[in-house]
């Protein structure tokens, strides 16, 4: 075997580990409630049994912290961000949140999503949104995956 073919198959199973690992930490997220203002975000590709339930969820103001479900435990996350009694982002608005948990760092990055608001001519309750979310674990590599969701009410 050649050293550039040793090389090329490590990247590739290097790639290949690195994706599966994603996929896997998707799988390991239960949903949790989401039944109050905030926004909630859906691993791409899953779907939650519970209507209005979530992957990730934060209440609607600046600060909040985050609730998600690990492997079936529910946990919180807090966000580095000073919690205020408002909501700064706004329809079309591109922010990063970043929480501390005691054993990851977890960094959700928002973009507008495509809207699903089914009132013609005036405003929803609610706006959509794309979220890359990065796990940064104490331990390991960080692992990201996409996710849509809304923020509103």
Known sequence: MTLSFVVAHRVVAALWLASFGSAALAEQYDCVPAARCGCLLV????????????????????????????????????????????????????????????????????SPGESTCPKIGEDCEYFDVRARIVVRPERGEPVEFPATGTCGC
């Open 43 to 110: 691993i791409d590709g899953r779907q939650c049994a519970t209507p209005g339930g979530a992957h990730f969820f934060h209440d609607l103001v600046d600060g909040a912290a985050l609730e998600f479900r690990p492997a079936g435990e529910p946990r919180t996350a807090l966000s580095r961000r000073a919690r205020t009694n408002s909501f700064t982002p706004e329809p079309g608005s591109h922010w990063t949140e970043t929480f501390d948990s005691p054993d990851a760092v977890i960094e959700i990055r928002y």
